[in-house]
């Protein structure tokens, strides 16, 4: 059975640093891109940062400079490392591990808030 769990919300001030973890299991992660994605209240969800299997990583230009991704294909892990957060920041982050010929597998989501 595939898992997909985040792990590492919470509240913080602005300007502040919060990691998410994100940890897989049955399935062969080391395939997968691993994606964070994000959905903000009565927004949709949108897609923060990408890493493909071998290391190359992507960002949303709202991420760019501020968040790191990065995974552990031996731990079956990816963290989104997120450094002077801002108000818009909050939402609920979902990862996500997509293969092209594959299903799609999520995670439950979690919770970031970022406010004073």
């Known amino acids: 059975q595939v898992q997909v769990v985040e792990s590492g919300g919470g509240l913080v001030p602005p300007g502040e640093s919060l990691s998410l973890s994100c940890a897989a299991s049955?399935?062969?992660?080391?395939?997968?891109?691993a994606n964070w994605y994000r959905q903000a209240p009565g927004k949709g969800r949108e897609l923060v940062a990408s890493?493909?299997?071998?290391?190359?990583?992507n960002y949303a230009n709202a991420a760019q400079g501020r968040f790191t991704i990065s995974r552990d294909n031996a731990r079956k892990t990816a963290a989104l490392q997120m450094n002077n957060l801002t108000e818009d920041d909050t939402a609920k982050y979902y990862c996500?591990?997509?293969?092209?010929?594959?299903?799609?597998?999520w995670g439950q989501g979690i919770q970031v808030i970022v406010s004073s």
């Open positions: 996500n591990l997509h293969h092209s010929a594959i299903r799609d597998y």
């Open positions: 890493i493909a299997p071998g290391g190359t990583a």
């Open positions: 049955g399935l062969l992660f080391n395939i997968y891109d």
